[in-house]
Structure formats: C-alpha cells, structure tokens
C-alpha cells in the first residue's frame, strides 16, 4: 500500500491516516486532543468505579469524593515523576516544569499520586483502604487504556524498529527528535522526499494488553477472596505488561546513572511483590480453611 504524504500508518493493516491532528480550537484557544482524551480516560474510570460501587452496596458518591482529590494530586504525582528522570532538562529553567502544555506527564508517577492520595482519604474518612483500592483500580486501569490514545494523537510513547504486523510508519517531522534513536534513522524509509520511521505502536500494545487486563479483573471481582486482591491483581497485571512494553519504548525515563528503565524497574518490582502477596495470601487462605473442616 502506499502512505505517500500521510502522516501515519499501520502499513501492513491498510489504515492510513492521511493527516493527524492534535488539536481543536475553541473560540481561538488550543485543546490538545492528549488532554481531551486524558479527561475521557478520567470520567470513565470514575463511572465505572462507581458502578462497581453500587454493585457491592458501598455508597458511589465516596468514589466521586475521592476522585476530586485524586485527579489533582495524580496530575501532580505524575508531573513530579516526569520532571525527576528528566532533571537535566529542567534545572536551568525552574518555570517550565509548571509548564504542563509542554508535555510530560509519566503514568507511574499519577498512580503513585492515586495511591498516596487514597491512604490519606480512607485514614481521614475511616474507611478500608484496600477495599476502596479494589474498586478503584478498576477505574484506574479503564482510564488508562483510554488515556493511552493521547500518545497516538501526540505521536509519542513509540517503540524501536520493527516491520511487524502492527508496525507503525510515522512522519518524521511530526516526531519530537529525542525519540528518534539511531536504529530507527538506520531503518528511515523515503517516500517522495518525504522521511518516516516505522515503529512498535507501544501506546497501542499497553491499551490492549490493560483491556485484558480489566476484562480479567471484572470477570474474578465476583470470585475474589480477600480485600486488597484486586488492588494486587492490578499491580501484577499492569505490571507484568509495563515491564515488558517499557523494554521496547524509545522515550525511557532512566534511574540516574545507571541506564536502567525507571519504569520497567518499577513495574518489575511491583508485578513481583504484588505476585508474592497473592500466592501468600491464598495459601494462607487455604491453610485456614483446611484447619476449620479438620
């Protein structure tokens, strides 16, 4: 097929997409569609937190509370998380880390906001923590694949080379050059003056790979066994899924000198010990209920 003067295509699925844009214009202001569809990503995760709410008679309107909270503090989380693997970038101008329009905002970084904002909110409204967090993290991870599709409109969060099925071709002009790593200039493809580079869809491997993920989690909410399962399940699904994605993205936030992933540590770490308090907890479980029918 042929992509001549588009702006983005899947080569070996037939979409093209002839021009991409990455913003609307309302009464002369810019909406970037990233944001647009962070904001989706968010109303939707807070839908369904509630719905699942309803379903095991908690009150919704908890959910909703503690989203207000939320969304701020995960903003701020996920800003502060960027801003830290990328310091160098910041340090000589103080003022454009409050510069949100610019981009860089890191999806661990909000989560961790999430979290941290949950243990301050169920300490002061003297409700379960882990309770609350099992239900969140299915609004957590439904926005998530929703948010993903704001790197598509920025085209960001891409990985290296490949000419896979789902390998995606991308104008060059329309990428930010930091991105661009050597092997994917080696691999340039020239189509009548214009360049391109052809790259894993990452955004698009984390939506799918989150959509099992959530499709799991709502099947086994009706078979989970303790509170805070959920929220462990979440963290080993997710996880498992990051650290494998983070490998194959160009745009890595690195741990200072080491030249290690931030997030695929991270992830890694996460998926691990979430994994670890799943099996000793069943086990346990199990245990306890061999000993009452004995």
């Known amino acids: 097929m042929t992509t001549t003067g588009a702006d983005l295509s899947f080569v070996h699925l037939g979409i093209t997409i002839e021009h991409l844009p990455r913003s609307i ?10 944001g647009i569809i962070i904001g989706c990503g968010m109303l939707a995760g807070i839908w369904l937190a509630m719905q699942d709410a309803r379903r095991r008679g908690q009150d919704p309107d908890l959910y909703l509370d503690f989203a207000l909270y939320a969304i701020i503090f995960s903003i701020i989380g996920a800003r502060a998380y960027y801003v830290i693997f990328e310091w160098d970038g910041y340090k000589d101008n103080l003022l454009q880390i409050f510069n949100l329009r610019a981009g860089g905002l890191a999806i661990y970084g909000g989560v961790i906001g999430a979290v941290l904002t949950l243990l301050v909110f169920t300490r002061v409204r003297k409700v379960s923590f882990f309770s609350m967090a099992d239900t969140g993290v299915l609004g957590l991870i439904l926005g998530q694949i929703i948010g993903r599709w704001g790197n598509f409109f920025n085209t960001e969060a891409f990985g290296g080379y490949t000419d896979s099925l789902f390998a995606m071709r991308i104008k060059m002009s329309l990428v930010n050059p930091s991105m661009i790593t050597q092997e ?5 493809i020239v189509e009548n003056g214009v360049e391109y580079i052809q790259v894993h869809p990452t955004f698009l491997y984390e939506s799918l790979w989150n959509l099992g993920v959530l499709i ?7 078979h989970k066994k303790f509170d805070g399962e959920m929220f462990c399940i979440y963290l080993l699904g997710y996880g498992a899924g990051r650290a494998w994605i983070e490998g194959l993205r160009t745009d890595q936030l690195l741990l200072f000198g080491t030249g290690l992933p931030a997030s695929q540590c991270l992830s890694v770490i996460l998926a691990a010990g979430a994994a670890g308090v799943l099996i000793w907890k069943h086990r346990r479980l199990g245990r306890m209920k061999k000993e009452s029918v004995g």
Do not use: E, P, S
């Open 25 to 34: 214009d309302v009464f002369g202001f810019r909406i970037a569609f990233y």
């Open 184 to 188: 994917l200039l080696d691999h340039k």
């Open 216 to 222: 799991f989690m709502l099947w086994y909410r009706k």
